[in-house]
């Protein structure tokens, strides 16, 4: 029996939504759907441990591998069998099976909630775009909001960075005192009290070789400025992204040239919200090629699917944007949050997690 948790029926669910609308609606800032933008569907491709089957709308839905027809539905099945899954995710909590979506997803081919894929690719749908008159096959990330809110950075020891403490006038005492805060804003209160023995965070590096160089291809200062976000979170009550930003561009820490009020810092965190959202990872050589090509597929709370298509970037960047913020992950599981002495030195690493809101 086939058993997952919200996030990963979301999944067989969008399969079963999308080929019952037949069509890709975009999405604004908001979640709202943008009626200009509609992307017809072609077909789905999925592949499967058993091979590559690909859901084609013809009249029916058309499931056909190795180039044969396999087996044919109405499109109302698929509409119902949608409908009965969004019952089960919103009735249930934790892992749950759902016997009569196993039923029909055994009857489609579909043998398991997580289609083989690579990176950040969770489904791969052929479109029609109007626009340029011609088919395109991409790969979209699916998040979902039936469930907890979805994650766009994950934390780990890849995220950290480190910050040396400059002009700190505590003694060992202090630093003692200071790590053993447990309080429920254990980091940010560990670092109010820094401040207050005159402690000044310097941002040193990332943890992460990996992860530097990842973000120094997407732009040089990108380590600086995404550590003065990380700063700014962890020293304020503010978390959402766009806030944070905007608070740091009046601070203006990066020293650019604001004369002609150019937005750097939001026009940059942008660009690196992109490209984390579809395909870079601290762990692995970005490129600069995207994994998820389409872009992402939301699935709301109501059920409705809507799409932020990279080819409607503005609205895909402002969508992600708008719609993540910080938040501080397990400070004991990632290593990061005390004050620690090296080579005569005090630092504090502090970490970087991204999450949808």
């Known amino acids: 029996m086939l058993t997952g948790n919200k996030g990963e029926w979301s999944e067989i669910y969008t399969l079963f939504k999308v080929l019952s609308d037949q069509n890709l609606y975009g999405g604004d800032v908001d979640y709202n759907k943008v009626e200009k933008l509609i992307y017809p569907i072609i077909k789905i491709i999925r592949n499967e441990a058993s091979g590559d089957f690909e859901y084609e709308l013809s009249g029916d839905i058309v499931i056909i591998s190795g180039g044969l027809e396999q087996i044919r539905f109405p499109i109302q099945t698929f509409t119902e069998q949608a409908g009965i899954l969004l019952t089960k995710i919103k009735e249930s909590n934790g892992s749950f099976s759902s016997p009569e979506t196993e039923e029909f997803m055994s009857a489609i081919k579909c043998k398991s ?11 791969n749908i052929e479109i029609y775009d109007k626009r340029i008159n011609q088919t395109a096959q991409l790969g979209f990330s699916i998040k979902s909001q039936l469930g907890g809110d979805s994650t766009l950075l994950n934390a780990g020891k890849t995220t950290n960075f480190i910050f040396r403490i400059d002009n700190f006038k505590g003694n060992a005492q202090d630093i003692k005192r200071i790590n053993e805060i447990s309080s429920t804003s254990k980091i940010k209160d560990r670092l109010l009290e820094i401040q207050n023995l005159d402690g000044n965070l310097v941002f040193v590096g990332s943890e992460n070789s990996m992860f530097n160089n990842n973000m120094i291809l997407i732009d040089s200062l990108m380590p600086n400025l995404i550590s003065e976000v990380i700063k700014q979170f962890y020293l304020t009550k503010m978390n959402t992204v766009k806030s944070l930003v905007e608070s740091i561009a009046i601070l203006n820490p990066l020293n650019y040239d604001i004369q002609h009020s150019h937005t750097f810092y939001e026009f940059k965190v942008k660009k690196f919200l992109t490209d984390v959202a579809l395909g870079m990872m601290p762990s692995k050589i970005w490129t600069g090629v995207y994994d998820a090509s ?34 501080t992950a397990s400070s004991s599981r990632h290593g990061f949050g005390k004050i620690y002495n090296e080579h005569g030195e005090l630092y504090i690493k502090l970490n970087l997690q991204i999450r949808f809101s």
């Open 113 to 123: 909630l997580k289609a083989k894929s690579t990176s950040k690719t969770d489904i």
């Open 294 to 327: 389409g872009g992402y597929l939301v699935v709301k709370s109501d059920g409705e699917v809507v799409c932020y298509h990279i080819y409607n970037r503005n609205i895909f960047e402002d969508y992600l944007y708008h719609n993540t913020r910080l938040e």
